[in-house]
C-alpha cells in the first residue's frame, strides 16, 4: 500500500475551498517532534498584504505546486496575522520563532536551540522546563544550503510531510543545472541554523539517494518509455492507464499476456525517479482461467459446450448451449468475476437470435466531448452499466442542447436558445468513439426530445461492486432493477 505524501515548496499558491488566497511563505516546525505545527501564509493582490497562520490541521492536500486547505477565503482571512519576529499562535498555544534558531539533532529528534546574546543566552530545548520545551518551534524554508560532512552539496528545494504533518524528509537539487534533484531523509539531518541544513553523511551517500520528479513529469516519461517498446505500442499500449502519486507508478487496465505485463512493469521501472510500481494490470488468460472456473463449477453450465476466449478483458463466449436460460446464466457468470471488462455473449442457443450489437463494446470516455451530427452538444458524465454482462447501455451527456418550441406544422422545432439539460444516449446511437470524444448518428434535437435523463430511473452500483476498467465506482449508475 502505497502511502500518501506531500510534497510542500515555499513559494507556491495556496487554495482556499472557493479560489486562491496567496503564497506559501514559511513552514513552521515543532523539531522535537519533527512535525508541522503552522503555515505562514500571505494573501495576494494587496499594498499592505495580509500575513495569516493557518494550523496544520486545515492543509487537505500538497503537490509540488499548491497546498489546498479545508477553509474557505473568508475563514482563512479571520486567521491570526503572523508578524516577524512575533510569537507564532495556533490553536491557542504559543511557540517562539525567530531568525537566530537553529536545531541539533539528539535522541528525540531534533532540538532547538538559539544563537547567545545580550539580551538572552543561548539554551537548547532540552534544558527548558517542559512548558517552555512545547514552545519551542523551527522554520524551515526552501532554499536553505545543504552541507555534508565534507562540503556543500545543494539546496533545499522542497519539503515533503505525512498527511499528518510529519517531515520524512525534502528534496535537495544537487550540482549545477540541470544537476540531480535527491530525496533526503529527515534521519539525515544533524543541524539546521539560519540559512544551512547540515547533514550527518559524506557525499558519496548522496548517491545512492531516489531521485525526484514531479508526477506529472513522471506519468508522462513513463508513458513516453510504454510506447518506446514497440511490442507494447502493437499490443495493448492503449488498453491501460498510468498514474503517479508520490513517486509510485499505478498501472491499470488490461493485457493480453504474462510477458507484456512484466515488460510493461519493467519499463516504468527504468524511468529515472520512480520509487516503486502497483502493477494492477490484468492479464487475458487469467480472465479466461477464473471465467471457465466460474462455468464449470456451476450445475447450469458444466456440461455445457463453452468456449471462452478473451481480448483486452473483454470475455468472449462461443459454441451451443441447450437453452436460452442457460445462455443467460453463462454470461452472468462470466460477468462475476470482477475483473471481466464486458462479456460478448455469442453462444447458440435454440430460439435465440444474436444480436449485431454484440459485434463491439462501447466504452464512452467520462468527460470526453459528446458530438451530435449538427453540434457539440457536452460531455460524458456517467454511464450506465448492465451488471449482468458490465457493458455500457447508455451514457449521461450533460451539456447544452437547443431549447424546443412548440409544435409546428412540420412538428416540434428549436430556437436559438440552448439550455443546461443532461440527457441519457442509448449506446446504439454511438457511431464511434475515440480516447476523448464520441459521435452520435442522431442531431442534438432528436436527443433532448427523446432522451431526458431522469435521475429516480437510475442508482448508484453497491459500494463493493467493482466496476470494469476503464471506470471507476462514481463513473457508473445501474438502471433500477439491474441491481447485481
Not at 487469467?286 to 471462452?308: F, K, M, N, P, Y
Not at 444480436?355 to 466504452?363: A, G, I, L, N, W
Not at 451514457?395 to 447544452?400: P, R, S, T
Request: proline share 5%; glycine share 8%.
Amino acid at each position: 500500500m502505497v502511502e500518501s505524501r506531500w510534497e510542500m515548496k515555499v513559494g507556491s499558491r495556496v487554495m482556499a475551498t472557493d479560489g486562491e488566497y496567496g503564497q506559501l511563505q514559511q513552514v513552521i516546525v515543532d523539531s522535537h517532534k519533527e512535525g508541522i505545527v503552522a503555515l505562514i501564509v500571505r494573501q495576494h493582490g494587496l499594498l499592505s498584504p495580509h500575513t495569516v497562520v493557518v494550523p496544520e490541521k486545515e492543509v487537505a492536500d500538497a503537490t509540488d505546486y499548491e497546498v489546498r486547505l479545508n477553509m474557505s477565503l473568508e475563514q482563512v482571512s479571520l486567521l491570526p496575522e503572523y508578524k516577524s519576529g512575533a510569537e507564532v499562535v495556533v490553536e491557542g498555544r504559543k511557540y517562539e520563532v525567530d531568525e537566530e534558531s537553529f536545531a541539533i539533532r539528539g535522541a528525540e529528534g531534533l532540538q532547538v536551540g538559539r544563537t547567545p546574546t545580550a539580551q538572552r543566552p543561548g539554551m537548547f530545548e532540552s534544558q527548558l522546563a517542559k512548558f517552555e520545551r512545547e514552545r519551542q518551534a523551527l522554520q524551515l524554508r526552501s532554499g536553505h544550503t545543504v552541507f555534508c560532512r565534507d562540503g556543500q552539496a545543494g539546496k533545499v528545494s522542497m519539503m515533503l510531510l505525512n498527511p499528518d504533518g510529519r517531515v520524512k524528509g525534502f528534496v535537495m537539487h544537487a550540482g549545477h543545472l540541470p544537476g540531480r534533484n535527491l530525496i533526503v531523509p529527515v534521519a539525515w539531518v544533524q543541524e539546521v541554523d539560519k540559512g544551512d541544513v547540515h547533514l550527518s553523511v559524506e557525499k558519496t551517500a548522496l548517491e545512492d539517494l531516489p531521485d525526484y520528479s514531479g508526477d506529472y513529469v513522471l506519468a508522462d516519461e513513463v508513458n513516453n518509455a510504454l510506447w518506446a517498446d514497440e511490442i507494447l505500442r502493437e499490443t495493448d499500449y492503449n488498453e491501460m492507464e498510468t498514474t503517479v502519486q508520490d513517486g509510485i507508478v499505478h498501472l491499470r487496465g488490461h493485457v493480453i499476456t504474462h510477458m507484456n505485463r512484466t515488460r510493461v512493469e519493467d519499463a516504468a521501472r527504468q524511468v529515472r525517479g520512480v520509487l516503486g510500481v502497483e502493477n494492477g494490470l490484468v492479464v487475458d488468460g487469467d480472465l479466461v482461467l477464473d471465467v471457465a472456473q466460474a462455468l464449470g463449477s456451476d450445475q447450469r453450465t458444466q456440461l455445457e459446450r463453452i468456449s471462452v476466449g478473451a481480448q483486452h478483458g473483454v470475455i468472449i463466449l462461443t459454441g451451443e448451449v441447450g437453452s436460452a436460460a442457460i445462455r443467460e446464466a453463462a454470461e452472468e457468470l462470466a460477468a462475476g468475476v470482477p475483473r471481466v471488462r464486458g462479456v460478448t455473449n455469442y453462444l447458440h442457443a435454440p430460439n435465440v437470435v444474436i444480436d449485431p450489437q454484440e459485434d463491439r463494446v462501447h466504452e464512452p470516455p467520462i468527460n470526453g466531448e459528446v458530438y451530435a451530427t449538427d453540434m457539440l452538444v457536452g460531455v460524458v458524465e456517467r454511464v450506465i452499466i448492465n451488471p449482468h454482462n458490465r457493458r455500457v447501455t447508455a451514457f449521461v451527456v450533460h451539456g447544452y442542447f437547443p431549447e424546443l418550441l412548440k409544435p409546428s406544422e412540420g412538428g416540434l422545432s428549436s430556437g436559438t436558445a440552448q439550455v443546461e439539460l443532461r440527457a441519457v444516449a442509448p449506446i446504439h446511437l454511438v457511431r464511434y468513439e475515440t480516447e476523448n470524444s464520441v459521435e452520435l448518428n442522431v442531431n442534438s434535437v432528436e436527443i433532448v426530445q427523446n432522451h431526458d435523463f431522469e435521475p429516480v430511473n437510475f442508482m448508484s452500483p453497491p459500494e463493493d461492486w467493482q466496476p470494469p476498467y476503464p471506470y471507476r465506482w462514481g463513473d457508473v449508475l445501474f438502471e433500477k432493477g439491474e441491481r447485481k
